[in-house]
C-alpha cells in the first residue's frame, strides 16, 4: 500500500516513509491510495486471536514491513504484559456492550495505538539508523500514552506539549512522573488549541522538521487510526457471536475525530457495522457537522471530559478528502476557507444528511453525570465521563435495530471528581492511579509560543 496526501503534493510513499513524516510535508494528512475491500476474508477473521487479526489487518496497510518483523512487532505491542488482561475486551452491561479500550499502561484507548507506534519507530529506526525527535501535543491522554509508548527507547526523544494546568492533576503526572532522559515535558501557557497551533507551526516548518528530525505521535499519523481499526472489527465479530446480530452499531466519544474516524476506516472495508454513533460533549463542532453540514468553530469549553475538550478536529481533514471526492484540490480550498473564515460547509443529501454512515449528538455535563450514576445504579459499572458521553448519546440516538458498542475510552479511575460528582463515593479508583501521586516529577514551564518551544528543541538536540 501506499500513501498520498489529502493536499495532493507528497506521494505515492510507503507506509514507513508516512509513519515517519506524520503530517503530511504540504500541511495535509497521509491517507492510503485506496481502502482495501476485506469482505471476503470476514468469516476467516472473526475466528482470529485479537494479535493474529491485528497482523492480517494491518499487513494489508504496511506491505512494506516483512510479515516476520510485523508479526514480532504487534506481539511486543499487545502482549499480556502491556495489555492485562487483554487489549479490547467487549463486556456486557445492562442494555450495551461495552468496549473496554483501557487495559494499557495509562489506562487510556491511546495507549492501543501509542503502544505499536512506539515499536514502529523503534523498527524503523533499527533498519535506517539515525535517530527521530518525536514532538506532541496533549489535551491529557494522548501525552501519557505518548510517552509510555517510547519511554527509554534507543534513538527517540519526546517533547510532550500540555496546556499548563488545563488537564486534570492524574494526567499531568501521568506524563511528568516518567523521568526517562528521552522524555521531556512542556507546561505551555494557553489552551490545548494553542499546543496544536504551536505544533502545526512547527511541523510546518519543513526546513526546521528535517533538521530537527522531528516526527509526529498525534492522531495525524496514520500508523495511529490503523492501530484503531483492528477494535472495530474485533469487537463487532465479538458481538456479533453474542447476539447473533447481522451488524452492529459503534458509539464512539471523539474530540479529534481518530477513533472514529478509524471506524469509518472499517466499515468502508467492509467490517459488519451498520453505523457509527458520534458523541461529544459540549466542544460540539463535530456533532452539529453530521446534522447541519456545517463545520465551524465555536468557544472551547472544558467539561469533564478534557479530551475532548477541542474544537479543531485534527483527523477531520481525511474524512473531508473522501467526502470532496478524493479531490486534493477542492479539499486544500475547503482547508483553506477554514483556516481563514473560521467555517466551511459541503451540501445535504435528498434526507437532509451529511453521511448516512453516520448519525451525532453531544452530551451536557448534566446528561454525563446522570448517565455515570444510572449505569452505576443498574448495572454496578463504573464509566468514565468521555465514556459516559457516548453512552448518553447512544441511549438517545441508537434505536434498536442493532446491538450498540460503546467504547470505554478510560479508566473512571483517571477522572475521579466526574466519577465522586456523579455518584456520591469515591470508587473511581486503580492502584496504578493512587501510585502517582507519591512519585517524583519533571517539567518544563513555555510560553505559548512556537519559537520557545522550537528554542527548547534545537538546544535539547544539540542543533
Ligand atoms: C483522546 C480521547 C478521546 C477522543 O479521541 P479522538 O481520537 O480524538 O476522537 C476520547 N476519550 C478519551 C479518554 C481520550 O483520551
Known amino acids: 500500500m501506499k500513501y498520498k496526501s489529502t493536499r495532493g503534493r507528497v506521494g505515492l510513499i510507503d507506509f514507513q516513509d508516512a509513519v515517519i513524516m506524520g503530517l503530511g510535508d504540504d500541511g495535509g494528512l497521509l491517507v492510503p491510495q485506496s481502502i482495501p475491500d476485506v469482505r471476503g476474508r470476514l468469516k476467516h477473521w472473526s475466528g482470529l486471536e485479537y494479535n493474529d487479526l491485528a497482523f492480517e489487518i494491518i499487513r494489508l496497510f504496511a506491505g512494506d514491513i516483512p510479515d516476520a518483523d510485523l508479526r514480532s512487532i504487534i506481539n511486543r505491542s499487545y502482549s499480556k504484559v502491556v495489555f492485562d488482561p487483554a487489549v479490547a475486551p467487549v463486556v456486557k452491561t445492562g442494555p450495551l456492550h461495552?468496549?473496554?479500550?483501557?487495559?494499557?499502561?495509562?489506562?487510556?484507548?491511546k495507549d492501543v495505538a501509542l503502544q505499536m507506534l512506539?515499536?514502529?519507530?523503534?523498527?524503523?529506526?533499527?533498519r535506517?539508523?539515525?535517530?527521530l525527535n518525536i514532538l506532541g501535543a496533549t489535551s491529557g491522554d494522548t501525552g501519557s500514552a505518548a510517552i509510555y509508548g517510547v519511554r527509554g527507547r534507543r534513538g527517540i526523544r519526546i517533547f510532550i506539549m500540555h496546556p499548563a494546568g488545563r488537564v486534570s492533576p492524574i494526567q499531568e503526572r501521568q506524563m511528568t512522573t516518567v523521568l526517562d532522559e528521552n522524555v521531556h515535558n512542556i507546561a505551555v501557557d494557553g489552551s490545548f488549541d494553542d499546543c496544536q497551533r504551536i505544533m502545526k507551526q512547527i511541523a510546518g516548518d519543513v526546513e526546521f522538521k528535517r533538521a530537527a528530525r522531528l516526527g509526529a505521535v498525534n492522531s495525524v499519523n496514520w500508523a495511529r487510526v490503523l492501530a484503531q481499526i483492528v477494535y472495530f472489527f474485533s469487537a463487532a465479530?465479538?458481538?456479533?457471536?453474542?447476539?447473533?446480530?447481522?451488524?452492529?452499531?459503534?458509539?464512539?466519544p471523539t474530540g479529534n475525530f481518530g477513533d472514529v474516524l478509524a471506524?469509518?476506516?472499517a466499515m468502508k472495508m467492509?467490517?459488519?457495522i451498520n453505523q457509527l454513533i458520534l458523541a461529544?460533549?459540549?466542544?460540539?463542532?463535530?456533532?452539529?457537522?453530521f446534522n447541519t453540514g456545517v463545520y465551524s468553530t465555536g468557544k472551547v469549553y472544558q467539561t469533564s471530559s478534557p479530551s475532548m475538550d477541542i474544537q479543531v478536529a485534527s483527523n477531520f481533514e481525511r474524512y473531508l478528502y473522501y467526502k470532496v471526492g478524493e479531490d486534493p484540490q477542492k479539499l486544500s480550498d475547503m482547508m483553506n476557507q477554514f483556516g481563514s473564515t473560521g467555517s466551511l460547509g459541503v451540501p445535504l443529501d435528498q434526507q437532509g444528511k451529511v453521511d448516512a454512515d453516520f448519525v451525532a449528538g453531544a452530551a451536557d455535563e448534566q446528561q454525563v453525570l446522570d448517565t455515570i450514576a444510572k449505569h452505576y445504579r443498574d448495572y454496578d459499572y463504573v464509566l468514565d465521563p468521555h465514556t459516559a458521553v457516548g453512552v448518553s448519546t447512544a441511549m438517545r440516538l441508537a434505536g434498536d435495530d442493532a446491538p450498540v458498542i460503546c467504547l470505554a475510552t478510560a479508566h473512571p479511575a483517571k477522572f475521579p471528581s466526574a466519577i465522586r460528582k456523579a455518584t456520591g463515593q469515591d470508587i473511581g479508583r486503580h492502584p496504578a492511579i493512587d501510585k502517582l501521586m507519591n512519585l517524583p516529577t519533571r517539567c518544563l514551564n513555555l510560553p505559548g509560543e512556537a519559537s520557545a518551544v522550537k528554542d527548547l528543541i534545537a538546544a535539547t538536540i544539540g542543533l
Open 98 to 109: 461495552v468496549l473496554e479500550l483501557w487495559h494499557g499502561p495509562t489506562l487510556a484507548f
Open 118 to 126: 512506539g515499536n514502529l519507530f523503534e523498527h524503523i529506526l533499527s
Open 128 to 131: 535506517r539508523g539515525g535517530e
Open 237 to 252: 465479530f465479538d458481538v456479533q457471536k453474542s447476539t447473533g446480530a447481522a451488524g452492529v452499531k459503534f458509539s464512539v
Open 263 to 265: 471506524g469509518w476506516y
Open 270 to 272: 467492509g467490517a459488519p
Open 280 to 289: 461529544t460533549n459540549a466542544n460540539d463542532i463535530l456533532s452539529r457537522f
